[in-house]
Each structure stands twice: as C-alpha cells, then as structure tokens.
C-alpha cells in the first residue's frame, strides 16, 4: 500500500509509460508543463504536493511528466498549446480526457475521477466509470464539474445497460432537473 508521504514517481519516457500501462491495466495521468508558468507551478506545489492527490496518483494512475517542448512530438500530436495541461490515456495510450490550467485539490480530484472513468468506459469497464462518476456526484453535489460527472454516468450506465436509451434518459433528466442551465442540460438528444 503506498502512503500519502510516498513520492510519486513520474515517468517521462511515453513508451515506457503505456509499457506499464498496458501490464498493469491502469490509465496513464500525464502533466504537460512548460518552463516560466505560473499554472505549472501552482498545480506542482499546491496541488499535485497534497498528499491525499499523491496517493491517489500513485495508486490509480501510471504517472507521466512530459515538457511542452522539449517532448513536442508527443504533445503536438495531442494539440497541447497551453500549460499546465492534464490529460488522461487508456492503456493503449490513447487521450481520454483532458483538463486545462491549475485546478485546487478538491476539484483535481473530481478531473482524475472523470478522467479514469472515461478511460474505464473506453474498456467497457463500466462498473469502474459508473463508480468515479459517482465519486464526483458525492463529493461535490453542486460542484461545477457535477452536471459533466452526471452526463458521462448517463452514457456509462446506458452501454452497461446494451444501449437502453432510457436508461442513459433517466440519468440525464437529473441533469436537466438539477443543472438546467449547465451546457450538459443542453448537449442531449
């Protein structure tokens, strides 16, 4: 088990990241950082030292450090162009999820939950997705990233349950009934 106190360590080799990935079946949680940036540091210091996140990084997480330039084959071809820049990638490597600047710990978390659960959902891991996605909802009932948490639940819950369209409906009339006003209210069928 790690602890809160253990270091991360963060991989900065692409291929030997999805390596790992791939053995382990674990997603990969990349942070894309530039020299001279504000957010960077923010999101170093602040976010990324709180020992809960830390823990969760190293539990849940291949964890990967790529500079915006010094590493531009890789982030180019993801269309990074801003720092910092959190992605999220299946085992295979492939981009998932993706969050942009310094977020605090307590939104972080929910952006890594969201995150895994897209890579989960990406598996048909869907129990996993379901579970994150709900994570988000307990956490943070009114959160900002809440209605997007509900929405993707919907599409979990809905290819769990063999392309039900009234399932996924069900689930999104929370949204439209708690959040009317959210742009996730507004990107349904």
Known sequence: ????????????????????????????????????CGGCVRLEQETLADPAVREQIAERFIPVKLHLFNDRAITRDWQVFWTPTVLFADRSGKIRYRSV???????????????????????RDYDTSINRLKDVERRHPDGALTPEAI???????????????????????????????????KRQP
């Open 1 to 36: 088990m790690i602890t809160a106190t253990t270091d991360i360590t963060w991989l900065t080799d692409w291929d030997e990241a999805v390596k790992q990935a791939r053995a382990t079946k674990k997603p990969i949680i990349i942070d894309v950082y530039q020299d001279n």
């Open 101 to 123: 600047n310094y977020l605090p710990a307590a939104e972080f978390f929910d952006i890594m939950d969201i995150g895994e659960a897209m890579s989960a959902m990406r598996w």
């Open 151 to 185: 929405y993707w639940r919907g599409m979990a819950e809905y290819f769990q349950d063999h392309n039900n369209p009234a399932t996924a409906k069900r689930v999104w009339a929370e949204i439209q009934e708690r959040f009317p006003d959210s742009i996730w209210a």
